[in-house]
Every structure is written in structure tokens, then in C-alpha cells.
């Protein structure tokens, strides 16, 4: 299984739709729910990313907190799809903390993400 | 048997964007649920947890008006600690200066006599003595309450009781000998199909719940079809959740397709009831929002300084012009809603101020290095024999969370379920299981089958028991027996403890097991869980031959709460397995070499020994002693005598604070009566657990030895001078003080809220639903919390509602670094949840470290920022 952010219909790959959202470790489950209810096939998990918000420098790693380190949840769904994924997830931050970034994103077998 | 329906996945012909939408709304809105744990895996935790994002005052206002939870104790209370001489004059003074960022002692006016009037006196008037309104009431905004505020109707009762009994009878699958019909459909389909046939509600009930939509996704949807908006739609669920908060957050537990599902039936439910008395129109419309008028006089600015002024026996032409406007200036910023917060404050003011007055300010004298080391749990109970050990001599002890950084799911010999043993901070990172030792594999075999044989006649009996038909068939079956047993524990329940004890040693000798950490960890992760334990505490500077790797659990009889005493760091279970694994680790050779390579040197003739004090009885036992080397034996004597001696010490202690003081006997007496308690079934009151704890200090022992902190103190052990890069700092901060801050809220507000937060008297509870959790007599919603005698007594509070302190020596400009960098501490500090105070050494003046990150000296008539 293969992407790119190289740009949609380039190569031959297929155009899709990628969300990635980071959020605090306690709200994984939460977006997880969202993606299943969605009808999300699958997905990427890279807990303890480090970064600077809005609101202050966010650690990386610690030692003996899973929950309080964020986690970056990324997936590539069909176009058709995606509004549905960001309306979900957008309700879910209305009142959590957490960002989303969408991309247009080319894959080399559409049938994985379907 | 599934709970729910068939996981929130998409259906074909599904509507992808409203499902998703539906699982973020009910997500969202159950942010604001407690937390809830099985009894057997009870975890201390924040019920306010969903609001930590919000300063203390404001979630705490926010949850009041939720879930009707007082956010502090009741003004009266605190005017009564303050006439008792608890809360001080200058305390009150400190902290409603504070609150209302003005100098108390600024002059607003003079007093009939001539002296000046300061704004302080006015204030401190207005606290004391000011019009207390009662609370607003709870202005419930599901649709029953609604219409039962418009017509006097009672569809919110009935929605909770039908709610109430059906998860119970799910969540613990056969209920009252009677199992509902349909179980696999899940929980609304089961409730629907049943409901649609029930005599009991009105024909024309019957015939909308039948008509209802039969996916729950569908019906909850449809039940949300009158929300204007998803702000409109997320209150009213808010408001269906917190209705039930025990159920909801045993649901939330399980996942939001189970709120989902419990949702689908309030709501359908409602709507029916509501529908059939007419009202659905009304309450759906915006109006019916409405909240019935508050009856209390608003008790305003002018009135409050009237009020005031009367106090101190002036008048309002004893002000300054400017002077009242001060201070009606000051009355706004502080509205009355907000007074109980600045009581709060000055109650803490008090008790943390004499504990920084009470720490020492030396630096300790050299002393030889002593025989034994001993490392104990952070609980503020290890305190107390942290204390007794030392004062018994050649023990120095060191304070770290008790799971001893073996984050493991944990098997017994028996082959049990692995549990996690670990904070629940953190996921079990490797699955560890107790084995036979060598040569003792037959032995342990035969253990077992007895261990086996025990439990079975234990949980045979409990089973029947606790069923509603059983009991009948038991008391046919073994009530010859279970009589003059009864009356042995209930008569006689410390010979009781102890016949019983000896005969679980009969079937149950101590067998020759270990846990060996060789096999599950890498050589490179038993390193690095040694060096993070030694050089977090210093504990191998020490120097001793001998050093006790100690973990804490609590024996007691028939108390569903027992795990609530055991250790939270161990996710809520006895903590002997982790003390083990660490001790076993330590003592390996190649750890040791490694170690060394890496500066962490520990002295050949140093061995680790797990030990396990029980905190109902304040023994101590030494675990696997048969892998003890000869060379040590003649020192684990001399320990267990040093143990013995300070566990009874500490036992007279703590016998004073029981109900009724100690008794009037020698300390062989009072010692035996404090360990009855253990073995009494009969006793709601084993142990005190953690009440009283109120402050977390991080810092060498040097700290705080000989000082009696009075069992109310978190200590882990902190060399600042080995941490420069503050890694050892951000650990403890992250993780121990986290579950610390738990620990505390979770006291903190079974006291000020026990009605919602608490779990009542332990008197009248029933374990319900498997071991979910207690309900108060027959039915109603699930307890949260814990139970009234964890914090109080008769009518009394015993534990002092008190925030966190957390107390550093360490460099503030390090502790800066590590909050800044750390989302979790940034909000904890700076909401208000947990207090920082700091200093950098002992020739230093403590620090307190203000919510917005500035510094200011503690003493609280310095309001200059230092730093």
C-alpha cells in the first residue's frame, strides 16, 4: 500500500482525500469512533508527536503518561467520503482539543481505502 | 451476551454523515461523565476531569449547574471552620485579597471611632458574615424535566427508573433471577421489543414505543429532531447523561455505541411519555427552556456593602467617595457565587503554610551510611512508617510510585486473567507471570489446588448470596453452618482472623514462586527500569546491604471497596507483584554491570528484598525470601524485628483517629484492636485509606524526615542536583503527581459533593450488576465515588477538602521548563487544579508559583513578582 501528497492523477494514482488529526492522547478512542462510524478501513497511529501550538509547546515523550502526549491519526479515504469524515470530526472539536489538516492525496490501489 | 447493538459501524443504505455527526455529538457531550472503574480495578480519579481545561472556579460553577455538585463546602461550613480558629483571620485576609487583586489594607473610609476602614475589613465582613442565597436550583433541559416543570408531571422519574433497571439488568446479565427478553439484540432493541408489550405503560405509550424506529442510531436521531443546533442538541444530551451519571459513565467506559444505544431508549422513552401528556409542543419549543424564576433576592452590591458596613459598626457616610467605589468595584469582581472559592483558598492557605513552615531548612549532617534502605510507595500512608522506621533507626527510606516503573499486565501462578499493574497513565508495556521456583513445581501444584478449593468456597457462597433467589436455597443448604459463623465474626472477628488465617496456611502454604523479569523484559528494558528507580530516588547512594523494595496493599472483609485501599500506581490491585519484579531486576547481575557502565553504581554486597505493607494492619511482609542469599539472612531479621516495631507504632497512631479515639489500654491491646478492623465483616471502617491527603512533595527526605506530616503527604523521592536536564522532574510531574492530583479530587469531592460525587453510606449498598459497581438499597443509579465512610464519620466530615499542593526543591527556573513544555501541567497549574510551590535549596525562602507562570514569594503580604 502506497501514497503520495505528490498531487492527484499523477503517475496513474488514484485521487483520494487524506485526514490527518492530532490530538491528545484520551481523545485517540474518540476520533477512532468517529472513523469507524464513517466507515474508515484503516489508519496510521504515531503517538507521542511533539510540536508548539497555539496554546504552548506540547512533549513529545514521557515516560509514564500515554494520555497526556498527542498522537497524529492520519487516513485516506475516498473523495466521496471525505466531507462526511470532517463534518464528524469537525462536531467532535467544537468543545475538544485537537487539529485537522486535509489533503489531496494519490494512491496506487484505490480498492484498500474504499 | 452483547450489552449493545451491533458495533456503530455504517450500515448499507446508512447515513454515513449523520452517523458519524451523532457518534461526535454523544462523544462530545460525555466529556463531561466521571470516569468510571469496576470495584474489583477501583481507580481514584477527577470527576471533574472534562473540565480541566477550565479554571477550578468556573468548571466547578459549570458542574454545579450540571450535575447540581457544590463545588466547595457550603458557606456555613466555612464561617464555622473560621469561628473554630481553623481557617485564620489572616488566611481569610490573604485570600480575599487575592481574589480580588486589590491590596486589603487599602483605607476606603474611617471608622466612627477614627480608625481607618480598609477594604479588607469590608470584605472580610462580607465573607463572614454576608447574605448566604440559596443555590440556583438545577434547571434540568431534557424534555421530561421540562414538562414535569410545566405540568408537575413525573416523566423524568419514570424515564430514570425504567433506564436505571434495564442497563442493570444488562450490565449484569441475569437481575432478580428473571432474564430480560432478547439480550443479543442489545440494549435499546432488547428494551423496545419488551416495552412494546408492557402492560404497565398506557396503551397509547405502548403504540408510539412500538412505532419508535428500531436501530438505536435511527431513534436517536429522530429523538434529536427538534435541536435547532448542535449546541442545543449536545445539552440536551448532556443533560440525559448526567440524569444517571453512575450508569452513563459505566457506559461511557464501554465505548459511545453503549451511550448510544442508552441514549436511544431515554430519549425514545421520553418523547412517548411526553407525547401522550400533550406537552411535546411546548416543551420542544424554544420557550420551554426556560428556567422557573429563582425565587432568592439577588443579593447586590450596594445591599452586600450595607451589610458590611453594619458589621464593623460604620455607615455609608463613613466612606470615601472613592472608597465605595473600591469597593463596590471589589464586590463585583468577587459576586457571591465566587465567595465560597476565596474560603476555599483561605483554608488551604492555612494547612499549606504551617507545612512549608514545618519542612527543614538544613542542610542534613553527614551520617555513616545505614544497614537497610527501604523504598516505599508516594501514598501519604507510607508516611506514617516511613517515619515510625526511621525513628526505630538504621533505615533510610525513600519515597516512589509503588508500581516501581514495571509497567506489566500481571499473571498469578494460578493462571488468572492478566491485569494491568500499572498506573493507568500508561498501557502495560510487557505481560509478566509469577512461576514456580526451581525445584518447587510439585509444591506450588499443590498450593494451587488448595488456593483453588478456598476460593471456590468463597465464591460459591458470595455468589449465592448475592443473587435474589440464591440465598433461600443457601440458607437451606448451609445455614447450619453459616449461623455460629456469622456470630464467630460478628463476636469474636479478631479470633476469627485469625483461625481463619491459619487454616488459609494449612490449604495455602507459602509457596516457592518468583517473577522472573528475564524472560518477558529485555535486558536493555530491566536497565532502564532499574537506572530510572535508582537515580529518581538516590535510593543506591544510600549505601546499605540491605534495601526492601516495598509495595502497599489493604486486607479487609466483606468490602466491595477494597481495591479503592489498595495501589492506585498498581491500577487499583495489591502492589507485592511490582515490588517483586523491581527487586528481582535489581538484584541480577547483568542489570548491575550495565548499570555500572553507565555510573549507576550499586555496591556488590547490596541485595534488593519485595516486601508488602498492609496498610489495614501496618505489617510488613518480606516476600520471596528463599531467593535470599546466607550472606543476608541475619539482615532480614534485623529488619523484620526494625518493621514490627514500627508497623505497631504506627498502628497506636492511627488507632487515635478512628471513631472514639484509641482505646484506653496498653499499646498491645491497641494494636490488636487497629487489626481486628482488617478481619471485622462487619466494620465499614477499616481504615482511614487516604483521607486527609492534601499536599505532594518532591525533594529529598532531608525534607521532611522527623517531621510528622500527619499521613497527609505524597513524598517522592527527587535529587535535583542529579536531574540538570529535568528529565527525573518531568517524569514525576507527568505521571505520579497526576495520579496524586486524582487521588485528591476524587476526596475531594466525595466530600463536598457526596450526594452526587460520593457514594453514600456503605450501610445500605448492594454490589450490583456483577462487581459494575454499589447501588443505594434496591435499585437507582450506580454510586460514584467513594462511599461516605472514606471521608467521614456519623455526621461529620473527617477529610479535609483541600486541593493539591505540590512542593519541589528544585530549581524554579527547571520547573518553569518542564510545566511549559508539558500541555497537561500548564493546565493543571494553571487552572487552579494543583498549587506549585518551590524552592531551590534549603537556604531558600519557598516560592509560590502563581497560575499565569509568575513568581511570588510565599509569604502573602509580598505580592511582587520575583521572577
Redesign the interface.
Known amino acids: 500500500m502506497t501514497g503520495t501528497t505528490s498531487g492527484t492523477g499523477r503517475h496513474g494514482l488514484s485521487p483520494m482525500t487524506k485526514v490527518e488529526v492530532v490530538v491528545?492522547g484520551e481523545d485517540v478512542?474518540?476520533v477512532e469512533?468517529?472513523f469507524?462510524?464513517?466507515?474508515v478501513r484503516g489508519f496510521t497511529g504515531v503517538t507521542g508527536v511533539s510540536g508548539l501550538g497555539h496554546?504552548?509547546?506540547?512533549?513529545g515523550r514521557?515516560?509514564?503518561?500515554?494520555?497526556?502526549v498527542l498522537t497524529l491519526l492520519l487516513t485516506v479515504v475516498p473523495e466521496e467520503?471525505a466531507?462526511?469524515?470532517i463534518?464528524?470530526?469537525r462536531?467532535?472539536f467544537?468543545?475538544?482539543?485537537g487539529v485537522m489538516f486535509v489533503s489531496d492525496v494519490g494512491v496506487s490501489r484505490p480498492e484498500y481505502f474504499r | 451476551m452483547s450489552l449493545v447493538a451491533p458495533?456503530?459501524?455504517?450500515d448499507a443504505g446508512d447515513d454515513?454523515?449523520a452517523?458519524?455527526?451523532?457518534?461526535?455529538?454523544v462523544?462530545?457531550a460525555a466529556?463531561v461523565l466521571p470516569t468510571s472503574w469496576p470495584l474489583e480495578t477501583f481507580i481514584a480519579t477527577n470527576p471533574l476531569a472534562g473540565f480541566e481545561?477550565l479554571p477550578f472556579e468556573e468548571a466547578g460553577l459549570r458542574a454545579h449547574g450540571l450535575f447540581g455538585a457544590a463545588p466547595t463546602l457550603p458557606e456555613p461550613t466555612y464561617r464555622r471552620l473560621h469561628a473554630a480558629g481553623t481557617i485564620s483571620d489572616d488566611a481569610l485576609r490573604w485570600a480575599v485579597g487575592d481574589a480580588v487583586g486589590s491590596a486589603t489594607g487599602t483605607v476606603v473610609g474611617s471608622r466612627p471611632q477614627g480608625r481607618p476602614l480598609t477594604l479588607g475589613d469590608l470584605l472580610v465582613a462580607d465573607l463572614v458574615h454576608g447574605r448566604v442565597p440559596a443555590p440556583a436550583p438545577v434547571a434540568a433541559q431534557t424534555l421530561a424535566a421540562r414538562c414535569d416543570r410545566l405540568l408537575g408531571t413525573e416523566v423524568g422519574r419514570s424515564v430514570d427508573e425504567e433506564a436505571s433497571w434495564w442497563v442493570a439488568a444488562l450490565v449484569g446479565g441475569r437481575s432478580g433471577g428473571w432474564d430480560p427478553p432478547d439480550l443479543d439484540l442489545g440494549l435499546y432493541r432488547s428494551w423496545r421489543a419488551a416495552s412494546g408489550l408492557d402492560r404497565r405503560l398506557p396503551r397509547a405509550v405502548r403504540r408510539l414505543l412500538t412505532a419508535a424506529p428500531a436501530d438505536p442510531r435511527h431513534a436517536l436521531r429522530a429523538g434529536l429532531d427538534w435541536c435547532a443546533d448542535?449546541t442545543t442538541a449536545?445539552t440536551f444530551l448532556q443533560h440525559h447523561l448526567v440524569a444517571l451519571p453512575g450508569w452513563a459513565s459505566l457506559l461511557h467506559h464501554r465505548?459511545?455505541?453503549a451511550l448510544v444505544d442508552y441514549l436511544a431508549l431515554r430519549v425514545t422513552l421520553e418523547r412517548a411519555l411526553v407525547t401522550t401528556v400533550g406537552a411535546l409542543d411546548r416543551v420542544t419549543a424554544a420557550s420551554g427552556a426556560l428556567v422557573p424564576p429563582h425565587t432568592e433576592p439577588v443579593v447586590t452590591g450596594p445591599v452586600r456593602l450595607a451589610d458590611a458596613l453594619a458589621r464593623v459598626g460604620a455607615t455609608g457616610a463613613d466612606l470615601t467617595p472613592d472608597g465605595r467605589q473600591h469597593i463596590l468595584e471589589a464586590f463585583d469582581r468577587l459576586p457571591v457565587d465566587r465567595r465560597p472559592f476565596v474560603w476555599l483558598a483561605a483554608h488551604e492557605r492555612g494547612y499549606r503554610s504551617a507545612l512549608l513552615g514545618g519542612l527543614r531548612s538544613t542542610e542534613p549532617a553527614p551520617r555513616p551510611a545505614p544497614r537497610h534502605a527501604a523504598v516505599f510507595c508516594i501514598d501519604p500512608r507510607s508516611e506514617g512508617l516511613r517515619r515510625h522506621l526511621e525513628s526505630v533507626g538504621d533505615v533510610a527510606t525513600f519515597g516512589f510510585?509503588g508500581f516501581f516503573?514495571v509497567?506489566m499486565a500481571y499473571q498469578d501462578a494460578a493462571g488468572g486473567e492478566a491485569t494491568p499493574r500499572?498506573?493507568v497513565?500508561?498501557?502495560p508495556r510487557v505481560l509478566l507471570g509469577e512461576r514456580p521456583s526451581d525445584g518447587a513445581v510439585e509444591r506450588v501444584a499443590r498450593d494451587l489446588r488448595g488456593r483453588r478449593v478456598a476460593a471456590g468456597a468463597h465464591d460459591g457462597f458470595h455468589e449465592a448470596k448475592d443473587d435474589l433467589v440464591g440465598p433461600y436455597a443457601l440458607a437451606d443448604a448451609g445455614g447450619w453452618v453459616a449461623g455460629p459463623l456469622a456470630v464467630a465474626r460478628t463476636l469474636a472477628a479478631g479470633t476469627y482472623g485469625r483461625v481463619r488465617a491459619a487454616a488459609g496456611r494449612a490449604l495455602v502454604p507459602g509457596s516457592a514462586t518468583e517473577l522472573t523479569p528475564g524472560l518477558s523484559l529485555t535486558l536493555d528494558e530491566q536497565v532502564l527500569l532499574a537506572r530510572?528507580l535508582l537515580t529518581s530516588t538516590g535510593l543506591h547512594q544510600a549505601g546499605a546491604r540491605l534495601v526492601l523494595v516495598c509495595g502497599h496493599g489493604s486486607t479487609t472483609e466483606n468490602n466491595p471497596y477494597r481495591s479503592a485501599l489498595d495501589c492506585g500506581a498498581c491500577g487499583g490491585h495489591r502492589g507485592a507483584p511490582n515490588a517483586r519484579v523491581a527487586a528481582a531486576v535489581l538484584n541480577r547481575e547483568e542489570v548491575r554491570r550495565n548499570l555500572d557502565e553507565r555510573g549507576v553504581v550499586v555496591a556488590d554486597d547490596t541485595w534488593f528484598v519485595a516486601g508488602e505493607h498492609d496498610t489495614a494492619t501496618d505489617e510488613v511482609t518480606l516476600l520471596d525470601q528463599h531467593l535470599v542469599p546466607v550472606s543476608h539472612r541475619a539482615d532480614i531479621d534485623d529488619l523484620q524485628r526494625r518493621l514490627g516495631s514500627a508497623g505497631r507504632a504506627l498502628a497506636v497512631e492511627r488507632a487515635g483517629a478512628f471513631p472514639g479515639g484509641p482505646p484506653r489500654s496498653g499499646p498491645r491491646r491497641t494494636v490488636a484492636a487497629v487489626r481486628r478492623r482488617s478481619v471485622d465483616w462487619a466494620q465499614v471502617l477499616p481504615e482511614w485509606g487516604l483521607a486527609g491527603n492534601a499536599a505532594f512533595v518532591i525533594g529529598p527526605r532531608s525534607l521532611t524526615e522527623g517531621v510528622d506530616l500527619g499521613r497527609r503527604v505524597f513524598l517522592h523521592s527527587y535529587d535535583a542536583e542529579a536531574d540538570a536536564g529535568g528529565d527525573a522532574l518531568?517524569?514525576i510531574l507527568?505521571?505520579?503527581m497526576?495520579v496524586a492530583q486524582w487521588i485528591n479530587c476524587q476526596y475531594y469531592f466525595s466530600s463536598v459533593a457526596p450526594d452526587v460525587f460520593g457514594a453514600g453510606t456503605k450501610v445500605v449498598h448492594n454490589v450490583t450488576a456483577g462487581s459494575a459497581g454499589v447501588v443505594a438499597g434496591p435499585g437507582g443509579d450506580l454510586c460514584l465515588g467513594l462511599p461516605w465512610q472514606s471521608v467521614g464519620w456519623g455526621g461529620e466530615l473527617v477529610h479535609e477538602p483541600l486541593r493539591l499542593l505540590t512542593v519541589v526543591e528544585a530549581p524554579p527556573a527547571r520547573i518553569d521548563a518542564v510545566v511549559?513544555?508539558?500541555?497537561?501541567l500548564?493546565r493543571l497549574f494553571g487552572n487552579g487544579w494543583v498549587a506549585l510551590a518551590a524552592r531551590e535549596g534549603p537556604d531558600d525562602s519557598w516560592h509560590e508559583r502563581r497560575r499565569d507562570g509568575t513568581w511570588r514569594t510565599w509569604d502573602g503580604s509580598d505580592l511582587q513578582e520575583e521572577s
Open positions: 491528545r478512542r474518540a469512533e468517529v469507524a462510524a464513517t466507515g496554546d504552548g509547546y506540547h512533549q514521557l515516560l509514564f503518561n500515554d494520555r497526556a467520503r466531507d462526511t469524515l463534518d464528524g470530526l462536531t467532535l467544537e468543545e475538544r482539543s | 458495533a456503530l459501524g455504517p454515513l454523515g452517523t458519524a455527526r451523532l457518534v461526535a455529538l462523544r462530545r466529556a481545561d448542535d449536545g465505548g459511545t455505541d510510585a516503573a509497567a500499572c498506573p497513565l500508561v498501557e530510572v518531568e517524569t507527568t505521571a505520579p497526576v511549559e513544555r508539558n500541555q497537561v500548564r
